[in-house]
């Protein structure tokens, strides 16, 4: 259902400001003319003028959760069956359209206004709507008032510059008022308007912006300052809080974040944040910020917030009494069952005919591992799902070859060794030899044969990708991403063997960066074992993504829609190079008229260029749709905020039509905000 809560706090969450005036410093109009209209100290409903700063302020919403960004919001009713009445609503006591309508402006001789339903399919889409719905908004950092229907609004340029006018001569900050056009389809119309209607863009409004939240919360830790050229991504603590430069490809455990570039919401570290629960944000100006250079090498409380942020000074032992109470619960996670043996085509991985979903993963995971057991639920859901055929190898090849390798009284060695544990050099380098010696170690032969016979009969000529698939990842409550490492291997390609890849794969269960974080969530390691899950590979794919079936800008539910992070060709999207930008969009799937908000573009392609086109994006929106949908009965039905992490390709290697086709890679459950918090 469509609700009319004002959109564009969809479009910035991340970019808000610290240490704004509440108070913007526009004196517009003549000052005679303009003064105070409602009362302070009292409740009002609407008003259908803005005299002041305090009467926006008294009816402006406050931030609901991290879909606001640095901006306060006036829902705007312009009544066209009633000679264009304007009110401005209390946006704190109604925060949709339809709540406001319904209750003031519906029956005693006006128009009875209809259910939300019937209300949001009219208003928002019809030529003969009542209304003409909207806000104004104040964006504190660009200090800029703009006017903005929703993304997926229909409405003409006649409508929109009758509104705009309305409020442009009811409002204070009137000849201060821009049109900001929300999505692509309304800056179309947008160019309809008449020429004494200023428009500010989407990328104008960025421009401003100094502040980035990421992901919310507070911690304690001792502030340390890295350049570009001193950072070593292993050789931080996990008591520290980190001002980096740049935007790290990966990071051990660190109790907060801060980067002077700002990140995507899909980047590795971000993502790595919303998994362990620590502050994450950016800051253009972090080398220059003298109050945070004067903290350097103290320990510090850091709280990010959707508005702003703040730090303090603290004392060693308040920041110890805070990490032994916040630290993480153990989390559990089912050990490795080794009763499973063979290679298991992706269809048979989870048995659906005994077991619900939920239930099937459950017992699915311990063997094949999150991944290859949540590509085991894609295969089920149709056609509107396109994969690769796979199968899957379980743990059981691992634990035989650590075994047949004498190499679990190496692992046990290491974990019974103090040093190691206190020792972060030291326990890089010993972890660096136990996976060469995992690399060196000699695999079963009757496996070996075993894989690269299917290899060979079942996917002959093709380089099949051996993807990491551990029980200690993609699994709720634990992320996982970037932990592990996949690896290619060609039965037929010297180049590529099998059994190397194999062993990396194996390896890789020791990489530095995953010991450590399953150390931080005191996960036994003798407990985790290494799966895989193994298909084709896409070695020249024409464009890769990540994609979220939510819509992480609006924890809330309030308006559906799709987050897309997508890149030409096989650059990263979550780790991209210095200075590389991606195409970043919200996708309106589920909405009339489908509307694309791009909110970056890639600099990988010319000006006016996008990584995808429209046929495309909606095909990757009808993959996205059918997953979210499947998995809700397992991660949805718990309530608070929901989706799906799914990475896919579009390539013309494979498919039938000889035409760049969608993949979908994976999908795992994305650790989100906690809309409960």
């Not at 610290?18 to 609407?46: K, Y």
């Not at 030529?127 to 008032?145: H, K, S």
């Not at 340029?157 to 900050?173: C, E, G, P, S």
Request: charged share 20%; proline share 5%.
């Amino acid at each position: 259902m469509i609700q009319g809560r004002f959109f564009l706090a969809l479009l910035f969450p991340m970019f808000l400001c610290c240490g704004c005036s509440s108070r913007p410093g526009v004196d517009t109009g003549n000052p005679s003319s303009w003064e105070c209209l409602l009362d302070q100290g009292e409740e009002v409903d609407f008003s259908q003028q803005i005299g002041c700063w305090d009467d926006f302020d008294l009816l402006a919403s406050d931030p609901l959760d991290a879909s606001i960004p640095g901006a306060r919001s006036v829902k705007t009713d312009v009544d066209r069956s009633d000679d264009d009445a304007l009110y401005f609503q209390n946006s704190k006591l109604y925060q949709v359209h339809w709540d406001f309508a319904s209750e003031f402006l519906s029956g005693d001789g006006l128009p009875i206004v209809a259910d939300m339903a019937t209300f949001n399919s009219t208003e928002y889409y019809s030529p003969d709507r009542r209304f003409i719905l909207g806000a104004v908004t104040w964006y504190e950092e660009p200090g800029v008032w703009v006017y903005e229907i929703s993304p997926y609004d229909s409405a003409t340029a006649d409508m929109i510059a009758t509104a705009f006018y309305l409020v442009r001569d009811n409002a204070y900050f009137g000849d201060e008022l821009y049109f900001h056009p929300s999505s692509e389809s309304v800056e179309a119309e947008a160019e309809n308007l008449p020429d004494d209607i200023p428009i500010i863009t989407t990328e104008e409004l960025y421009a401003g912006i100094t502040y980035q939240p990421l992901n919310l919360g507070t911690s304690m830790g001792k502030l340390t300052f890295y350049a570009a050229d001193e950072f070593q991504e292993d050789a931080v603590n996990y008591r520290e809080i980190v001002a980096l430069e740049n935007v790290p490809a990966d990071i051990a455990v660190v109790s907060g974040i801060i980067t002077q570039d700002f990140q995507t919401p899909l980047s590795h570290i971000n993502v790595l944040s919303q998994n362990r629960g620590t502050p994450n944000m950016a800051l253009s100006t972090l080398f220059q910020d003298e109050e945070l250079l004067s903290l350097e090498g103290r320990w510090i409380e850091l709280t990010v917030e959707a508005m702003d942020y703040s730090v303090r000074e603290v004392t060693q032992e308040e920041a110890d009494a805070w990490w032994e109470e916040h630290k993480p619960d153990p989390l559990e996670v089912t050990p490795m069952d080794l009763s499973v043996t063979g290679l298991w085509d992706i269809q048979q991985v989870l048995d659906l005919e005994s077991y619900d979903l939920a239930d099937a993963l459950s017992m699915a995971i311990p063997a094949f591992g999150g991944k290859a057991s949540h590509f085991g639920g894609l295969v089920h859901i149709g056609d509107d799902v396109p994969l690769p055929d796979a199968f899957a190898i379980p743990v059981y090849y691992y634990n035989q070859f650590m075994e047949q390798n004498g190499l679990w009284d190496v692992v046990n060695d290491l974990l019974n060794d103090q040093q190691f544990e206190g020792d972060s050099s030291y326990r890089q380098e010993r972890l660096q030899d136990l996976r060469d010696s995992i690399e060196a170690g000699t695999i079963d032969q009757d496996f070996l044969d075993m894989v690269i016979d299917k290899c060979n009969s079942e996917y002959s000529g093709l380089r099949m990708r051996f993807r990491s698939s551990t029980n200690a990842e993609d699994i709720s409550g634990f992320n996982g991403a970037g932990l592990y490492t996949s690896q290619s291997g060609d039965p037929n390609d010297p180049d590529y063997p099998v059994d190397d890849a194999i062993r990396k794969v194996w390896a890789s269960l020791w990489n530095y960066r995953a010991y450590d974080e399953r150390e931080y969530f005191s996960i036994p390691h003798t407990d985790i074992g290494m799966a895989m899950l193994v298909h084709h590979s896409f070695p020249d794919e024409e464009a890769n993504g990540v994609a979220i079936t939510a819509n992480i800008y609006d924890t809330s539910g309030l308006e559906p829609a799709f987050y897309v992070n997508v890149q030409e060709g096989e650059a990263s999207v979550v780790q991209p190079e210095d200075g590389v930008t991606t195409d970043q969009f919200i996708y309106y799937y589920d909405m009339p008229g489908q509307p694309i908000v791009y909110l970056a573009h890639s600099s990988l392609l010319e000006d006016g260029e996008t990584v995808l086109t429209t046929s495309q994006i909606y095909d990757l929106g009808t993959a996205l749709s059918a997953i979210h949908s499947y998995f809700y009965p397992v991660y949805g039905n718990a309530g608070g905020f929901y989706g799906m992490d799914v990475e896919f390709k579009f390539d013309d290697d494979w498919g039938t039509s000889g035409e760049e086709e969608l993949w979908i890679k994976q999908a795992r459950p994305y650790p989100g905000w906690d809309a409960t918090d």
